[in-house]
């Protein structure tokens, strides 16, 4: 079965500092991994996903993530935290199953920004 | 483009009463699957609706159940409430098999 470990409930970091989120997984085959954030109120937007390829994925708001197939891991990552980047961050797993893709997601880690 | 809209925003019901829980998929999109997420929790998948059938269900019981209509749209009912289900239901849409789903705000039940 497919599962996710976000081992971090809560992060707080101050704003203009880098930031790494830890995820690990557990998948029978290569993985499609994905990264979401969910602001207060709001549903979830998803920002990266890996499917196969470079290691190293981009995705929007300055994020990037890299897939460590040895490490079962699929960190995500920023340069530059803004106060704006306070949410709620989850990683989720998936992979081919039954014609459709469902992403099993991990518990989250909530992510506060200090000025 | 509207995206995923989800109605109502919130709800109250009481034990053991009906629930049914609406959503319009992104323009575009044919695929919608409904998620629960519970208070400090992830999202956890309940079905998925692709063209008007139930393509994939998780481990949910036959309480929760729904539909797809011509339109894409979906509809998630939830029989004979319990305490439990109280939570904020996700519905997203994507098309095809569904990689990188889009999502809905949610509605947002409590049942008391």
């Known amino acids: 079965a497919q599962s996710v470990t976000q081992p971090d409930i809560h992060i707080t970091v101050s704003e203009g500092a880098s930031l790494e989120l830890r995820c690990n997984y557990s998948?029978?085959?290569?993985?499609?991994l994905f990264w979401y954030v969910q602001s207060p109120g709001q549903g979830l937007q998803l920002l990266l996903k890996?499917?196969?390829?470079?290691?190293l994925v981009q995705g929007i708001k300055g994020f990037e993530a890299e897939f460590k197939r040895s490490q079962s891991s699929f960190n995500l990552r920023k340069p530059s935290v803004h106060w704006s980047d306070a949410a709620e961050y989850f990683c989720?797993?998936?992979?081919?199953?039954?014609?459709?893709?469902?992403?099993?997601f991990g518990r989250g880690t909530s992510l506060i920004v200090h000025p | 483009d509207a995206g995923v809209t989800q109605s109502p925003t919130h709800l109250i019901k009481t034990r053991g009463q009906q629930v049914t829980l609406r959503c319009s998929p992104k323009?575009?999109?044919?695929?919608v699957s409904w998620y629960q997420q519970a208070l400090g929790q992830g999202p956890q998948f309940i079905f998925q609706?692709?063209?008007?059938?139930?393509?994939q269900r998780g481990n949910f019981p036959d309480r929760f159940s729904g539909h797809q209509f011509p339109n894409y749209s979906s509809e998630l009912n939830v029989n004979a409430l319990l305490l439990g289900d109280s939570a904020l239901y996700l519905c997203?849409?994507?098309?095809?098999?569904?990689?990188?789903?889009?999502f809905g705000q949610g509605t947002r039940l409590t049942v008391v």
């Open positions: 997203a849409s994507s098309s095809g098999r569904g990689t990188g789903a889009f």
């Open positions: 998948y029978g085959a290569t993985p499609y």
């Open positions: 890996y499917f196969s390829g470079d290691t």
């Open positions: 989720a797993v998936g992979g081919p199953s039954g014609g459709s893709y469902i992403p099993t």
């Open positions: 323009s575009g999109h044919d695929t």
């Open positions: 609706y692709y063209e008007e059938e139930e393509r």
